[in-house]
């Protein structure tokens, strides 16, 4: 066979290869494989029950949601390469900031420099725990169904859970449910020392 034959039977079969990978590309990046997607749906819980959470983060520090009794604690499960979990990371280093806020990111994909290059780039400063071993994970498992990565949940300063986001968290809609988690907190307070 001639080496332009040869050439050109390469060049046609790359080109099929090429084409059949485009024909089965996501058709944006919320389609990425690796994750299940979620609409943003929120489901607020009454009497929810009480998040008892605890692990390491990536330097091996210690992280335990009971440490932060008394503020409303958003646990957001996510992972570098997820990108409804970028597009939110802003939005939550900003409600981070709030002094009546504390975040705590559930990491079990990551390894700790892509988690420390994802806080450099988002400026992230809350602690991410590490769940490679599933066991924080499991532990939100037993709470409330885990059903998309980003899942963001929403405790009440007493500990107890108010509310969960599945996929990307519209900030209005976080400031909304912090807002109720920190009220209804207060009134629960009030009516016991009644």
Not at 31 to 48: F, I, L, Q, R
Request: proline share 7%; net charge negative; charged share 20%.
């Amino acid at each position: 066979m001639r080496p332009a034959a040869r050439l050109a039977i390469f060049a046609a079969v790359l080109l099929a290869i090429v084409l059949t990978l485009v024909g089965c590309a996501p058709g944006d990046a919320t389609e990425s494989p690796g994750y299940v997607s979620g609409d943003g749906t929120v489901t607020v819980m009454d009497d929810g029950p009480v998040v008892e959470l605890a692990g390491t983060d990536f330097a091996g520090e210690p992280v335990d949601i009971a440490d932060y009794r008394g503020q409303v604690v958003l646990v957001n499960v996510w992972y570098a390469s997820c990108p409804p979990c970028r597009a939110e990371a802003p939005d939550l280093a900003e409600l981070d900031a709030r002094e009546d806020v504390q975040l705590i990111g559930v990491n079990g994909r990551d390894d700790a420099p892509t988690v420390d290059a994802f806080d450099r780039t988002f400026g992230i400063e809350y602690p991410s725990i590490d769940d490679t071993d599933g066991a924080a994970t499991a532990t939100l498992q037993g709470l409330v169904a885990m059903n998309a990565v980003p899942t963001t949940l929403v405790v009440d300063p007493a500990g107890n859970l108010h509310a969960r986001v599945i996929g990307t968290a519209d900030p209005s809609t976080l400031k909304s449910l912090i807002e109720e988690a920190a009220g209804g907190a207060a009134e629960a307070a009030a009516e016991g020392a009644a």
